[in-house]
């Protein structure tokens, strides 16, 4: 139900990440819309299953399944995309995704409307801090990408739409 990001299994290195894994998860999606091959289904059904079980700590898109920190906002924006466009066939995703996005509102927004890149862990001191840095690629476009595709598929003008902006 996962994907090894740095390389082969033979390799010995095992990293799955969030962000890695929302796309995985949307391309295997599209793969399986195309073929409608079974095969691909069922993939789909259990790295969904491992996704929603293991990268999630309440709203909050954890970086791995082991590790909360780092939460940063491309990992956020990822989940909202990936369980948006998974919705035809899970639902519920929906629901979730618009508490990732209240979370990081709440969290993750300057109040003058930009985003920050995330929230890190001190190596040092070993409590988290937010960086907030508003990187245009990463946080920002991300970020609108997100509310756009959440708008996209929870009916157009909805009062729950309208409060996210």
């Known amino acids: 139900g996962s994907f ?4 082969p299994p033979k390799s010995g290195k095992k990293f799955v990440d969030n962000y890695h894994t ?12 195309l073929t ?3 095969a691909i289904k069922t993939s789909l059904d259990n790295c969904y299953t491992h996704y929603m079980n293991n990268f999630f700590e309440g709203p909050i898109p954890k970086f791995t399944p082991e590790r909360l920190y ?4 491309h990992s956020v924006s990822e989940c909202v995309h990936c369980l948006c466009t998974l919705s035809p066939e899970y ?3 929906i629901q979730y995704a618009k508490e990732t996005l209240h979370w990081a509102i709440k969290e993750l927004q300057h109040k003058s409307g930009w985003f920050y890149h995330g929230i890190f862990l001190s190596r040092i001191f070993k409590k988290p801090f937010k960086s907030k840095i508003p990187y245009m690629r990463w946080a920002q ?4 990408r997100a509310f756009t595709t959440v ?5 157009f003008g909805t009062e729950s739409t309208k409060s996210l902006a």
């Open 4 to 7: 090894d990001y740095v390389g």
């Open 141 to 144: 476009a991300w970020m609108f």
């Open 22 to 33: 929302g796309f995985n998860m949307r391309m295997l999606y599209s793969i399986w819309k």
């Open 151 to 155: 708008s996209m598929y929870d009916s």
């Open 36 to 38: 409608n091959d079974e």
């Open 70 to 73: 780092r939460v940063d906002i």
């Open 91 to 93: 639902p519920q995703g």
